[in-house]
């Protein structure tokens, strides 16, 4: 046991620095698809370059994706070269079960009074038993994205910890073979992975362009297939692996350069939501990856007003708690609805603007409490349950 303690202290020795202005991005980046989820039909009738925004916030979800493959290249590949001790898979896995599952099954547990009576009410009674079985084993088991009818049955959000489940899978298996890349062919693999997230697209908006023109809210299996896959959604997360290694490699302060190309990542992006925003199935796969790693390359740099606001000591626990926020949107929505809304009752969706800032103030409040009472410590138990030790 000591030896095991010994191995975690050295592992915690050798972390790089934290990145705190990218733990804030993640409330951002929570709130918006939270606000994709509920807010959509309140801003339908007001300006349209915000409602544009807010129709957006589905992109958060392959930001994310991104994000992680990014923040895992820095905290596991600090090696400048292939000569470093293989990744220890089991300890990763254990971390990865920790710091997802517990959340994410607590999300089920809340989700399952409203999706058993939802399912059931509409479905005969045998098939709305089969349905609830396999939408609760293939959520349960985390391979619900794996088909598009399993995808969103359950709890709707949890289908991008199904994809996230896979990229941890596969993490141990690509990090090495990044890490032997030189610089140039690693630029060139953050390249081709951009091509690669657009093909799925592409090729469905050309075998099918009547399916291609579904709105976000729509459904077709082919359409989910290309939304939901995980090995669909492997060069996003690719990306963020390559852009890891490069900033690792890299000069760590920030510079003139990198603050700017935070500042115009963000405008440029707000400014093509709102004025010009791209085709759905598009901008759902990677289409603004681009913008997405020179935010991700300024705020990690540090630096300038938008990793100041990320750093803040506020964002960053609200960006801790984020991910519990996003877990447990869709049945935080239910439960607290009709306290503020009664005639809201079986509805998850907000009639107003004050309604849905009372319910998502009442949401942040009640993740931010599941992160210190419920997340932090299940956490250090399922740590200590899998691994024997009490390490972080």
Not at 103 to 111: E, F, K, N, W
Request: proline share 8%; with cysteine.
């Amino acid at each position: 046991m000591s030896a095991a303690r010994n191995l975690t202290s050295a592992r915690e020795a050798q972390r790089p620095a934290p990145l705190p202005a990218l733990t804030g991005l993640r409330f951002f980046l929570a709130v918006h698809v939270v606000a994709y989820h509920f807010l959509r039909g309140i801003v339908s009738t007001g300006p349209r370059p915000i409602a544009r925004v807010v129709d957006n916030g589905f992109i958060g979800v392959g930001f994310f994706f991104t994000l992680s493959g990014f923040v895992l290249a820095y905290n596991y590949m600090t090696s400048p070269d292939a000569s470093a001790p293989a990744l220890d898979r089991r300890a990763f896995w254990v971390a990865r079960v920790a710091r997802v599952y517990p959340v994410y099954l607590l999300g089920m547990l809340a989700a399952a009074p409203f999706v058993i009576s939802d399912i059931l009410a509409g479905d005969a009674p045998l098939a709305g038993a089969v349905k609830v079985a396999a939408g609760g084993l293939s959520s349960l088991t985390l391979t619900q994205a794996h088909l598009p009818w399993t995808a969103l049955v359950w709890n709707g959000p949890g289908w991008s910890l199904s994809v996230e489940a896979f990229l941890y899978l596969a993490f141990p298996f690509v990090a090495p073979t990044v890490v032997r890349l030189s610089p140039r062919g690693t630029w060139l693999l953050l390249a081709c992975s951009w091509v690669l997230a657009l093909v799925p697209p592409a090729l469905y908006t050309l075998l099918d362009p009547a399916g291609a023109a579904v709105a976000s809210s729509g459904f077709t299996p082919w359409l989910g297939v290309v939304k939901f896959n995980p090995i669909l959604r492997v060069p996003e997360f690719v990306a963020g692996i390559a852009l890891g290694r490069l900033f690792l490699v890299g000069t760590p302060r920030p510079t003139a350069g990198t603050v700017t190309l935070g500042l115009a990542a963000v405008a440029i992006l707000v400014l093509l939501l709102a004025l010009a925003p791209a085709p759905y199935i598009f901008a759902h796969n990677g289409l603004y990856l681009p913008l997405m790693w020179a935010l991700i390359w300024a705020l990690a740099k540090g630096g300038g007003p938008i990793a100041v606001l990320c750093s803040a000591g506020l964002l960053q626990f609200l960006g801790e708690a984020s991910y519990a926020l996003y877990i447990l949107q869709l049945p935080l929505f239910r439960w607290l609805l009709p306290l503020v809304e009664p005639g809201a009752a079986g509805s998850s969706k907000p009639t107003s603007f004050l309604h849905f800032a009372i319910v998502i103030l009442a949401a942040m409040v009640l993740s931010s409490l599941t992160l210190i009472l419920f997340e932090r410590p299940a956490r250090r138990f399922v740590r200590r349950l899998l691994s024997g030790t009490g390490g972080a």
